[in-house]
């Protein structure tokens, strides 16, 4: 059961897409022990789930977190934004069970036991808000009612399941020639190349430039004959420069963001001087989307939009002001007072509180101050380029993801997790996320695998890339100035074509298992005490992960070890494999096991009675069969597997013709049903 | 055996006392690939063990490693320096077994199987250095000789055992008043108060502030009465302030570093302008460590020695150059080259790499360009205080302690391991640390419990004392601005008491193994490969310690779990201690064990035959009693403990009236040698 409590006047965020009345009751659970605040007291035992993209556990509880989206890549255990802003909590003690959903654009803190252990405090700056209270038995149909609240997840097109490198530094077709060229002939699996802001000329949006992209759309074509999507990155803000129609069409019709005064904002990213679109008008948001034709037009299907919490490096003003007054320093003798304040003044260049609070949104008439709405400007600049794509290609699948987000933009795109960095603790982070994420609608995710910032390892690269064969967007992203972390850099070239072989042999279960979680408002990624409600150990498992209803993942995460400890809630049987053809299965009881998983194995558990559809790999998504499947299970007495497969661009999820039910017994009989005729044999059941 | 190997001209650093004439055999092991590398061939299996205080792991695989003295607080694994430089591996294959010391005092890079996984590259500045190699069949026996060769480890008092309470921001006596009471009140145990910088006159070494401390004599007798120890800190750099007659003395005297043209070279650090003593320079040595008198003389027994990589915020030259630069960025359009550019300035203008070349210090009248011997610096300030220690209190063991090091220093004192973060990865980092700091000769050290920089919470503060407890320096820090992080500042008083009572009953066990650590050259606490070499999984094992011979410890270092895996090399008795009185023991047989460690418990394991000696706690150390203890252990047939004690501020440490020996059988029948009659009691075997 939803109910709606509304407190004052809250501003729109469409968020939700179920309309239900604001309950007349009070909000139970919660009192409100200072003005605004929503507090709860919790269990000793009591864990709480959610907010999608955050630093920390699985279970949020132990931390102060603060939902205002932040361009912050040290995302440390001591941060308390990251990019996007997923204000959802499931609330799982002994006593109640529920999920919360606020619906607040502004900042919001949840102190989760940080101030005091047991104490939940929710705060938001004004009164001015909704909060969605879901109540079932079951903590899975929570999220599925939740997620019916906000509505169906989007579906990427097939082929942006398939791997994908991108590097901020490739500077020019040749470069990404060498790339596409490196992997082919290495017989390196690979789909999508990403075009970070290098390509643009002069970093304006959907801008090519030419010296380095001559003719791009024969470029473009060039690669689809290779089998690869270019998937080119658009930025929030918008460069201010005379004769870029981009710029000129948002001046003329007042579809950038403005100051008090009425004139444009101007803050300063890649190309200095930008102006930001005012996403939050309907109609600046149409008009920005239909500029992502320009690019489609060249033959581009795929986009990535950042920069759109919005990030900013500086406004004019704040610099012209910060560097007057860095200038009063000059020559004197600082002590630690004001030395630290002078540090404190060049820090507070970029993102400033400040220059969030000095421009306005245009919604409807309505004028809104940024910061009252900050939370919703990525959002709604993913879904600028969305409807954009449902206007301009109705029928087809385009793949766009944001870094940016708050509930409502999963209907619209993914989200890859941000700018990460090259260590260990980050693959686990990420693991750690996917759940929260897919609560919140965000299937289609992934982290920069290997790490953006920083310098990676071998090794680091490998255990990355063994979590992410697991996550529907699976892609090799690093920074410029960083080592170079494309697979065929490394030693272990065979280690890591067995490994992206690996993904392409598990595409038909996970393209089946990525749609249907969306079409049915499922998580894909699922905390083990999901599954095993009753297991107290399986509540504190915080480094592995129930894929879907079949597996069962743990990852190594660590350096230097070549195996982990894995808790099975029930008898499973474990894979291990180091090819698609180069594999040995266990059976393993209930309980805790030290596994062996050497760098160039990928283990992964079936649960009893479970069967996946595998196919036979290929070096690109259009070499994967939909048809010819080996079936890799547990049976014991009958497993039963629904399959979903479709061309993997268009959107007719509901024809009866993309599904299968798969039986098979433990003798290995095996019965298909449905329109398709599938080629089944047995790998190992 | 050890053998030295002397490249050029190799300046002295007075790392080892042992002499030994240079081999005219080719360095073994190693090959020259590049003019001034050295390159080590690792099998895949081979561990490297050393580099003291260093990020990642006890095994140093994987990454690339910089030995330059860093003030840089965040200890994250891609960071490649920290605050000590500990230039010693071992290097632990299947066909060689070795250790090996790079006596080199300028920067040095380890590349252990960085840049390709099985290359170990060592790389100086240039080819002036001498290498120690050390053979033996036993991975101990080449501690032991290191050991040897670097000389016996500072000792500090006893009282320096009990626990501290710390924090930047005690400002006033009051302050610090308020801290005892609350210890006192709430019977939690407490020896030492740390002052921080705010207690100085401006932070002018060896200054106190009148305001804040008026009479401070009187103060420090008032806190011996209630049982409590100060410990100030003291800074590397001199305020320069006319008038002031440590500024006075130095100058006048030329025992300040210089600049190429003769001056005193400025820097500027918490004081603002400072001068930086020339502690290469024994004269000035001699004269700085004197000054410590002039607070020993007012009943201080203690300090810690601060900021002496040295940390340069900035030097006025930089300062009014890059604000100069940072001008001409004024009303300019910055476009992302321009803006990481100026940000760059920003962040150079502390601990520049330019500044460290820019002054000097004169060693026996030989001028030497500090950035050649910047690894020394803090060595030689600690230095200073210990031989002015040992000249003006020759009897007496005195408390100091260091943030920079380097080999060498372990005999003049200890160090903590820098300013850290209140982050769950931190409790980890610093068991890692543990055991190459000991290989290394750094006894008495401790993290900054709860974590220095940023907000702890309650369950992070547990669970970092619950390591804390057995490391020599047992010190609660925080930093200003950060949460307070008192025990007495948190809901579970009695835990945090239990806890603290818990170290104060192992006092008897870890004052006698710290003492015999240092006397014997032995390690406190070893990998598990050290005890068992021939178990290939304790080899992997990066989250336990072995205390000495008898302990086996485990603590948790991740949130919200009440447990952890351990994995067991031999048969051991588990003891989980809620308090001294409250505690239960189990015997667990060698394998893998899913243990449960709630907030308020302590488990550690005991080996075989290994009993240890407890007291019964106390809330200070003179109320810890020597005589009477009880012994806890695992006796299947007979265990013997080699029990130290003595009065723990003389360093006759030979003397036979230390040393008991204690025998006991399966049958609880004991049996001691030794002068001193002890009370032996058995809490269990």
Request: proline residues 4%; negative net charge.
């Amino acid at each position: 059961m939803i109910r709606k409590f509304t407190f004052g006047n809250p501003l729109s965020t469409d968020a939700v897409i179920a309309t239900i009345p604001s309950s007349m009751d009070a909000l139970p659970y919660f009192t409100s022990p200072e003005t605004g605040s929503f507090l709860y007291k919790m269990e000793e035992d009591t864990l709480i789930y959610g907010l999608g993209e955050a630093v920390r556990g699985i279970n949020k509880r132990g931390w102060i977190y603060e939902s205002y989206a932040s361009d912050d890549c040290n995302h440390a255990e001591n941060k308390r934004s990251l990019y996007g802003v997923h204000n959802f909590l499931i609330i799982d003690g002994k006593k109640d069970l529920f999920g919360v959903f606020f619906d607040y654009p502004a900042r919001l803190t949840f102190d989760i036991g940080y101030t005091s252990s047991n104490r939940l405090v929710i705060t938001p700056q004004d009164n001015n808000l909704d909060i969605y209270l879901i109540e079932s038995d079951d903590i899975n149909d929570i999220v599925t009612q939740f997620r019916q609240l906000i509505g169906q997840s989007y579906i990427a097109p097939k082929w942006a399941l398939g791997y994908g490198q991108s590097r901020w530094g490739y500077k020019n077709a040749e470069d990404i020639r060498t790339v596409v060229r490196r992997h082919r002939e290495e017989h390196l699996p690979l789909d999508s190349v990403y075009m970070d802001i290098d390509y643009m000329d002069n970093y304006k949006d959907f801008t090519v430039n030419e010296n380095r992209f001559p003719d791009f759309p024969s470029f473009v074509e060039e690669m689809k004959r290779e089998k690869i999507h270019l998937v080119p990155i658009i930025d929030a803000g918008v460069k201010i420069e005379e004769g870029y129609s981009v710029y000129e069409e948002g001046v003329h019709n007042n579809y950038f963001c403005k100051k008090e005064d009425g004139t444009d904002f101007t803050a300063a990213v890649w190309p200095g001087h930008v102006c930001f679109p005012d996403f939050l008008n309907p109609a600046a948001r149409r008009w920005f989307g239909l500029q992502y034709n320009t690019l489609l037009k060249q033959g581009i299907d795929g986009f990535w939009n950042d920069m759109n919490e919005p990030a900013i490096f500086y406004t004019p003003e704040r610099l012209t002001n910060t560097l007057k007054e860095l200038g009063d320093y000059c020559g004197r003798n600082l002590g630690v007072d004001d030395f630290f304040e002078l540090k404190g003044k060049m820090e507070g260049l970029s993102n400033a509180d400040e220059d969030y609070r000095s421009f306005y949104h245009n919604a409807d008439g309505k004028l809104l101050r940024h910061d009252k709405v900050h939370n919703l400007y990525g959002y709604n600049m993913t879904r600028s380029a969305s409807e954009a794509f449902e206007e301009l290609l109705p029928e087809k699948r385009i793949l766009i993801f944001s870094r940016s987000s708050y509930v409502g933009m999963h209907r619209y795109g993914g989200i890859w997790t941000g700018d990460n960095m090259s260590i260990w603790g980050h693959v686990l982070l990420n693991l750690k996320m996917l759940p929260s994420l897919n609560m919140c609608g965000f299937l289609y995710t992934g982290a920069d695998l290997g790490g953006f910032g920083e310098n990676t390892t071998e090794d680091l690269l490998l255990r990355f890339l063994a979590l992410g064969i697991f996550t529907p967007l699976m892609r090799n992203h690093s920074a410029l100035g960083t080592r170079e972390q494309e697979v065929y850099q490394f030693e272990k070239s065979d280690v890591f074509r067995n490994l992206l072989m690996i993904r392409y042999g598990l595409l038909p279960y996970l393209y089946s298992e990525y749609v249907k979680a969306s079409l049915k408002n499922k998580m894909l990624f699922r905390p083990l005490r999901f599954v095993y409600p009753k297991d107290s150990r399986a509540a504190q498992i915080e480094d592995q992960l129930m894929l879907s209803d079949e597996l069962m993942i743990a990852p190594v995460y660590e350096q230097n070890v070549s195996g982990r400890y894995v808790y099975l809630p029930e008898n499973m049987r474990m894979i291990r494999m180091r090819s698609l053809k180069d594999y040995d299965t266990e059976l393993l009881p209930a309980g805790d096991h030290y596994v062996t998983i050497p760098l160039d194995t990928v283990v992964f558990f079936l649960r009893p009675n479970c069967i996946i559809p595998l196919s036979d790999g290929g070096e690109n998504i259009t070499e994967i069969s939909g048809i010819s499947l080996k079936l890799l299970g547990y049976v014991t007495d009958t497993a039963s597997y629904d399959y979903y497969d479709d061309n993997g661009y268009e959107k007719d999820y509901g024809d009866p013709a993309h599904y299968n039910t798969i039986r098979v017994t433990a003798s290995g009989n095996t019965k298909v049903t449905g329109e398709r005729r599938l080629e089944l044999s047995i790998a190992s059941i």
